[in-house]
């Protein structure tokens, strides 16, 4: 096991790529926090899937754009845990229209969730992994963010950030014990990649070289090799997994 004895906590681990994520710190050996903002019902079946491996798992419900709220849940599972290794910034929304049907309310909901929840959850963990030497934060961004697309001006803005944000971080923290890096999904099967229209699909997936879409467990899988001691020698990267979308 990669990660025996060590914490975690993966934002929007209720669903998808984040409950992927969950699954596999858990089976590497892992406590994890599995934090959603109301698919509680989700969530339970997250902490019960890692209570079977055997791990601790606790509920960690917050909603990552709200400070106090985020600043909450980081006390609560810390008095659970103790203290965190590991931090997976993976919640995330897309809102898309093109940017003339665009108003201010989406463009802010979209970098309210994606972006400053990135801020939030990092700055409520960080002091305690600075003070322990070590931590490993991993932010889910996106090929969107590397190459903008269509109708997703907020949501490529907000990740192209968090990626900015992780390389600023990476620098800052590098004497620190701490590595801080991303991992950039192309199209994965998941309920995101499941609203994009019939059509939509069948053209994305003609232009993919591999010529499917990723699935979450591959996603899970980089995230383990990054914050397991295998990654101990990368920081600032941002891992790009898109079956060749993007070379
Ligand atoms: P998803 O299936 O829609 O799941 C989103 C998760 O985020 C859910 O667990 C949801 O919790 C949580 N969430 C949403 N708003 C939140 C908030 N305000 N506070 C806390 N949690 C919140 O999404 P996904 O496809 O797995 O995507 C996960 C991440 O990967 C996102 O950052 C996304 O941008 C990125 N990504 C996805 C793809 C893809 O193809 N799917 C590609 C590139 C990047 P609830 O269930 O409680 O609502």
Redesign the pocket.
């Known amino acids: 096991m990669k990660l025996k004895d060590r914490t975690a906590l993966v934002?929007?681990?209720?669903?998808?790529?984040?409950?992927a994520i969950a699954l596999a710190l858990a089976e590497e050996g892992a406590d994890v926090a599995v934090?959603?903002?109301?698919?509680?019902a989700?969530?339970k079946d997250v902490v019960e899937q890692i209570q079977k491996v055997g791990r601790k798992a606790i509920l960690a419900r917050?909603?990552?754009?709200?400070y106090p709220d985020t600043f909450r849940m980081a006390q609560e599972t810390l008095k659970e845990f103790g203290h965190l290794d590991i931090l997976v910034n993976?919640?995330?929304?897309?809102s898309d229209k093109t940017f003339v049907k665009m108003d201010h309310a989406s463009w802010r909901r979209v970098l309210?969730?994606?972006l400053d929840?990135v801020f939030n959850c990092t700055k409520v963990f960080i002091d305690q992994m600075i003070k322990r030497s070590f931590g490993r934060v991993v932010n889910?961004?996106?090929?969107?963010g590397q190459i903008g697309n269509f109708g997703q001006a907020n949501?490529a803005a907000s990740?192209a950030g968090v990626m900015a944000f992780t390389k600023s971080l990476a620098k800052e923290l590098a004497g620190k014990g701490i590595t801080v890096n991303a991992v950039?999904?192309?199209?994965?099967?998941?309920?995101?990649?499941e609203a994009i229209p019939e059509k939509v699909r069948h053209r994305l997936l003609e232009q993919i070289p591999l010529k499917r879409?990723?699935r979450?467990e591959e996603?899970a899988r980089a995230v383990v090799y990054l914050v397991s001691s295998d990654g101990g020698y990368i920081t600032g990267a941002e891992l790009s997994m898109n079956g060749g979308l993007l070379m």
């Open positions: 934002t929007g681990a209720s669903r998808g790529i984040g409950r934090n959603y903002v109301s698919s509680e989700a969530a917050a909603d990552v754009s709200d993976n919640a995330g929304i897309s309210a969730i994606n929840g889910i961004t996106s090929i969107i949501y990740k950039a999904p192309g199209f994965i099967e998941t309920e995101m990649v879409f990723g979450a996603v």
